[in-house]
């Protein structure tokens, strides 16, 4: 799952370019500094800089704490669609909303495997 036009991404750019912005319009109309431009400038790369790393390591926490369990239980779940590993249980991990997921999806394996042994036998 790659996340190729992150919202985060476009945020954490237009923000630092609109405070940018706003500096360089302070600094000409209120203070007439000659350096506007290298400072508004200065203030882009600061701003980069001070919200990429809270910005990085919340993207990093999610992934561990939820992406990498959703993508590992879409693994099982789509192997089971197709009809593979009926028999091997999804475990659930946790104590959230998707661990109650992986638990409803375990329940579906279950009636799934019952519904098949029910048929093959008749």
């Given at each position: ?42 203030s882009i ?33 789509n192997e ?18 998707l661990t ?23």
């Amino acid at each position: 799952m790659e996340n190729k036009n992150s919202i985060s991404n476009k945020i954490l750019i237009g923000g630092s370019i609109i405070v940018g912005i706003w500096i360089y319009f302070l600094l000409t109309t209120y203070y007439n500094t000659p350096d506007a431009f290298e400072k508004s400038v200065i203030s882009i790369i600061v701003v980069q800089v001070l919200f990429l790393l809270p910005v990085f390591l919340i993207k990093i926490m999610i992934d561990r704490l939820i992406i990498d369990r959703i993508k590992k239980l879409t693994e099982q779940v789509n192997e089971i669609s197709v009809g593979n590993n009926l028999d091997k249980a999804i475990l659930p991990e946790g104590n959230d909303e998707l661990t109650e997921l992986t638990e409803a999806f375990e329940r579906m394996r279950i009636s799934m495997k019952t519904a098949l042994e029910q048929l093959e036998e008749e």
